[in-house]
């Protein structure tokens, strides 16, 4: 299996699509699963947490990616522990808040922004490095994007402007590694609505604000999100459709055709409505 015996680093794993895909790497025989979570705090999770007490091979680690000292900390840190790391999946994430850019607090905004791509980018910054001094024929750098990361809607602007940068990023990464370490595989998954505490990501701004804020002419958008998450597939099926395009090579990676469907809609739109002097 593609899995086996690999060490893996996956953040986000507390819920969502992280947790589906560590199951998911635990029931295929992972060698070992290090999963990142701000959740793995000691305070909550306690459920999840005494789910992965008796495995021996996962490590729960509490840590905010957003801080990239604790990221360079626990990359020094695994350096140590094990030879290399074979596979890196990056699923935190956070909806931000719903409204236009002159009503949402600019705190929100930095925060969403933070989350979703600088956390991206301080992983790749400090785990690339143990990618590189993988054995297996294939190490793996993985970025999750979303459905909201090719197309574009109303209402939601700083979660899209991260996902859309997460694509750049992630094809400019691959870009730049081909010419040094070129036996590392690249992918970018674009979920569409999987099960996941998304519309709960206001859980996270306690320390900081009270509630996520939604504009009143953002409401039915965001219970529309909400309800769609709801209904939308498990998480563990998400990962195996992950695991089957890594398989295959494919360096973008859709759970449902509705994503390709919009994007091709949304090239269409800049074609038909392009002006070239």
């Not at 992965?52 to 509490?62: D, F, R, T």
């Not at 990962?239 to 089957?244: E, S």
Request: charged share 15%; with cysteine.
């Amino acid at each position: 299996m593609f899995i086996t015996d690999r060490h893996i680093v996956i953040t986000g794993a507390a819920s969502g699509v992280g947790l589906g895909i560590a199951q998911y790497c635990l029931q295929n025989k992972a060698a070992q699963l290090f999963l990142l979570d701000c959740d793995f705090d000691g305070h909550t999770n306690h459920q999840l947490i005494d789910m992965y007490a008796a495995e021996k091979n996962v490590n729960l680690i509490p840590l905010d990616i957003r801080d990239d000292s604790a990221v360079k900390a626990l990359s020094n840190k695994l350096s140590q522990q094990v030879p290399c790391i074979d596979m890196v999946i990056n699923c935190a994430g956070v909806s931000g808040p719903f409204g236009a850019v002159w009503e949402v607090p600019k705190e929100q905004v930095d925060w969403t922004l933070a989350v979703n791509l600088t956390g991206t980018v301080n992983i790749a910054r400090h785990f690339l490095p143990l990618l590189q001094a993988s054995t297996h024929d294939r190490p793996c750098f993985v970025s999750v994007s979303s459905h909201l990361g090719l197309v574009t809607k109303a209402h939601l602007f700083s979660y899209q402007m991260a996902k859309h940068a997460v694509v750049a990023f992630t094809e400019a990464l691959q870009q730049d590694c081909q010419l040094l370490h070129p036996s590392i595989q690249f992918a970018i998954f674009f979920p569409y609505f999987v099960k996941s505490n998304l519309a709960n990501s206001g859980r996270h701004l306690a320390k900081y604000q009270k509630n996520l804020y939604i504009a009143s002419s953002a409401k039915n958008f965001f219970q529309g999100i909400a309800t769609a998450t709801e209904k939308g597939i498990e998480p563990i099926e998400a990962a195996k459709i992950l695991f089957d395009g890594l398989e295959n090579k494919a360096f973008y990676i859709f759970t449902d055709e509705q994503t390709l469907q919009d994007f091709q809609q949304r090239v269409n739109g800049i074609l038909k409505e392009a002006f070239l002097g």
